[in-house]
C-alpha cells in the first residue's frame, strides 16, 4: 500500500494550505484547551473517566477510521470489490457489540487503567507483563505504519519530502497529546472525524454523478468483472475460488470471531477511549454508539474503490502504473476543485493522525503505568507518574518516527496490519474470553496460553504458509487461517494447563469473572441513561439488525 503511482500531484493552491493551516490551528487550540482539565495521571490516561457517551463513542470509531484503513479499504475495493463489506458488517459491528454488552461492565467495573491491567488482576504479573511488552511493541509499530504511509502519500500527493511530513505531523501528534493527555486526543478524534467524512462524502458524490450514479457503476462493473464482483458472499463456497482467497468458513471463523472479536475487544487503543467516559452506562454504549457510523463506512470508503476501477480502468492492471492503493488519490486529482481538494487533504491528514494519535495515548498509558510504575518504580506520588507519561508520549512519537521507515520493508501495509493482529490480538482474546467465563482458569494458563497462540500463529505464517508447505491463495486469506490455528492452539493450552496447575482463590475473582460482581459493576444509571433509547441492549441488537440488512443488496 505504500507505492503509489507517479502522476498523483494535485494541483493544490494557497486556498487548499489555509484549510491546511487552520486545520493545525485548531488541532493545537483543543490541546490546549484539554489542558485546563489535566491534573492528575488519571486525567491525563484517562480524561478523569469524565467524558460522555457521545464524544467517547466517536472517538472509537475515529481511532479506528486511520488512513491506512481508508486508503486500503478502497483498494481492497477496487481489488475484491463487495467483498470488502465483510471487513465491517461481519468483520466489526458483532465484536464491537460484544464489547460494549459482554466485557466493557468487566473492563470499567474493575476500574482498571488499561487492557494489560485486567490481566495483572486476573492472571497475574507474568500474563500482565507479557501483554504490556506485546502491547507498547506493537502500539509503536502501527504508529509508525500510519506516519510514513501519510508521508507516502503527501510525497505522491503533494510534493513534500517523506522526513518532512513525517516530522511535522508526528510534532503535531506530539504537541497535543502532551498538552491534553487522552482528552485532548479524544477530542480531536471527534474533529478529526468530522472532517474525514467532509473529505470523502464529495469525493463519493461526485465519483458516482461522473460514472452515471449507482446503476451506471453496478453495469460498468457487471460487465467488466463479471457478476460475483458485486455480491459477498458469491464463490465463497468451500472449494471455490474468489479474489479474496478465502471461503465463508474462514470468512465466518477467521474474520468475523477471532481476528475481529481479538482486535475490537483487547485493542487498548480502541478500549481506552471506552474507558474515559463518565460511568459504566456511557462505557458500555461507547463502542454501541460508534458500531453505527461504521455500518456506513464502506460507502465512503468501499465506494470510491470501485469509482476509481471504472475510471481507471488500468487501476491494478501494470505493475508500473497506477496500483489499486491509488484509488483515493487519483479521485481527488480528477475530481475535487481548489478549496474542495484543501479538504479532502486535510481529512487524509486527519485520518493519519487520529491513527497515530489513538496508538501513542494508549502507548503512554500502558507504558507508564503496566511497566514503569508496575516493576520499574513503584509507589510514586501521583505528579511524578503524571510527568512520566508526557515524557513517555514524547519518547513513543519519536519511537514512532523511527519504525517509520522501517514500514517500508513491507508491499503492502493492510496486509501487514491485519498479519500484526493476527499475531498478538487474537492469542490475547483467547486469553481474555476464556478468563473471563471459566473460573476455573489458573494464572499460569494465561501466560501459556497467550505464548502459545502467539507463536502458533507465526508458525503457520512462516513456517507452513511462507514456505509453500500449506496452500493458501492470498495473505489475508493466510491471515485468517493463522487467526484460527492461534485460537485453537491458545485454548488447547489453556485448558491442559489449567487441568494441571492450582486455580486462583474464588475470592480474588470479583467483577473479573462473568457470573461474578465487583462494586463498580452496581453503578446505577446516572439521570436520563434509563431512556429507552439510551439502552445498551436496545442498541447492540438494533446495530446487528441494520448491519445484517446492509447485507441484502450484496448478497444476490
Given amino acids: 500500500m505504500i507505492n503509489l503511482a507517479e502522476g498523483l500531484r494535485l494541483p493544490t493552491n494557497g486556498l487548499d494550505y489555509t484549510i491546511l493551516a487552520l486545520y493545525f490551528v485548531v488541532v493545537l487550540g483543543i490541546g490546549f484547551a484539554a489542558k485546563r482539565s489535566v491534573k492528575t495521571s488519571l486525567d491525563f490516561f ?61 473492563y470499567y467495573g474493575s476500574k482498571v487503567r488499561s487492557v494489560p491491567e485486567f490481566l495483572l488482576h486476573r492472571f497475574g504479573p507474568s500474563s500482565h507483563l507479557l501483554s504490556s511488552v506485546i502491547f507498547a511493541v506493537s502500539s509503536v509499530l502501527i504508529a509508525g505504519v500510519n506516519l510514513y504511509a501519510m508521508a507516502i502519500v503527501l510525497q505522491a500527493l503533494l510534493g513534500w519530502p517523506q522526513w518532512v511530513a513525517i516530522v511535522v505531523a508526528g510534532f503535531f501528534v506530539l504537541a497535543y497529546i502532551t498538552i491534553g493527555g487522552l482528552s485532548s486526543a479524544i477530542y480531536n478524534e471527534v474533529l478529526q472525524f468530522f472532517v474525514i467524512l467532509a473529505a470523502l462524502i464529495p469525493l463519493t458524490v461526485v465519483g458516482l454523478k461522473r460514472v452515471g450514479g449507482w446503476h451506471g457503476l ?14 459477498a458472499w458469491k464463490g465463497t463456497g468451500i472449494g471455490e475460488g474468489n479474489p479474496l482467497g478465502a471461503n465463508w468458513l474462514t470468512i465466518v471463523l477467521g474474520l468475523g470471531f477471532v481476528m475481529s472479536f481479538g482486535y475490537w475487544t483487547t485493542n487498548f487503543a480502541e478500549v481506552q477511549r471506552a474507558l474515559s467516559a463518565k460511568n459504566l452506562s456511557a462505557a458500555k454504549r461507547t463502542p454501541l454508539i460508534a458500531a453505527f457510523p461504521k455500518i456506513f463506512i464502506p460507502m465512503v470508503v468501499v465506494v470510491p474503490g470501485l469509482i476509481a476501477l471504472v475510471m481507471e480502468p488500468t487501476l491494478g492492471k501494470s505493475k508500473d502504473g497506477l496500483q489499486y492503493n491509488d484509488a483515493i488519490p487519483v479521485l481527488m486529482r480528477d475530481l475535487l476543485p481548489n478549496g474542495v481538494l484543501g479538504i479532502a487533504v486535510t481529512g487524509l491528514l486527519a485520518a493519519f493522525m487520529a491513527g497515530m494519535a489513538a496508538n501513542v495515548s494508549s502507548f503512554n498509558t500502558v507504558f507508564t503505568n503496566d511497566i514503569w510504575a508496575a516493576y520499574l518504580k513503584k509507589g510514586r506520588e501521583d505528579a511524578y ?89 492470498s495473505d489475508q486469506g493466510a491471515n485468517f487461517v493463522s487467526s484460527i490455528v492461534a485460537f485453537v492452539v491458545g485454548a488447547l493450552v489453556m485448558v491442559v494447563v489449567t487441568m494441571v496447575t492450582k486455580p486462583k482463590p ?31 441492549a436496545l442498541l ?3 446495530a446487528l439488525i441494520l448491519s445484517a440488512v446492509c447485507y441484502i443488496p450484496f448478497s444476490f
Avoid: C
Fill in 46 to 106: 484517562l480524561s478523569g473517566r469524565s467524558l460522555p457517551a457521545w464524544v467517547t463513542g466517536l472517538a472509537f470509531v475515529a481511532a479506528n477510521l486511520g488512513a491506512t484503513e481508508i486508503l486500503g479499504m478502497a483498494a481492497n475495493g477496487a481489488q475484491y470489490g463487495a467483498y470488502t463489506v465483510h471487513w465491517y458488517w461481519i468483520g466489526a459491528i458483532p465484536a464491537m457489540v460484544f464489547l460494549g454488552l459482554v466485557m466493557m461492565p468487566f
Fill in 218 to 231: 453496478t453495469d460498468s462493473l457487471t460487465s467488466s468483472h463479471g457478476d460475483a464482483f458485486l455480491t
Fill in 385 to 473: 507518574y503524571l510527568k512520566t507519561g508526557r515524557v513517555v508520549t514524547a519518547v513513543g512519537v519519536l519511537i514512532g518516527m523511527g519504525t517509520a521507515f522501517i514500514a517500508s520493508s513491507f508491499s503492502n501495509i493492510m496486509n501487514y496490519l491485519q498479519t500484526l493482529f493476527s499475531f498478538f490480538n487474537v492469542p490475547l482474546f483467547v486469553v481474555f474470553i476464556i478468563g473471563m467465563f471459566w473460573k476455573r482458569t489458573s494464572a499460569a494458563a494465561g501466560f501459556w496460553g497467550l505464548l502459545a497462540g502467539t507463536a502458533a500463529a507465526m508458525v503457520n505464517y512462516f513456517g507452513f504458509y511462507k514456505q509453500g508447505i500449506i496452500s493458501i491463495p
Fill in 506 to 536: 474464588a475470592e480474588s475473582l470479583a467483577g473479573l469473572v462473568y457470573g461474578t460482581r465487583s462494586p463498580g459493576m452496581e453503578e446505577p444509571p446516572a439521570e436520563g441513561d434509563d431512556a429507552w433509547y439510551r439502552r445498551p
Fill in 540 to 542: 447492540g441488537w438494533g
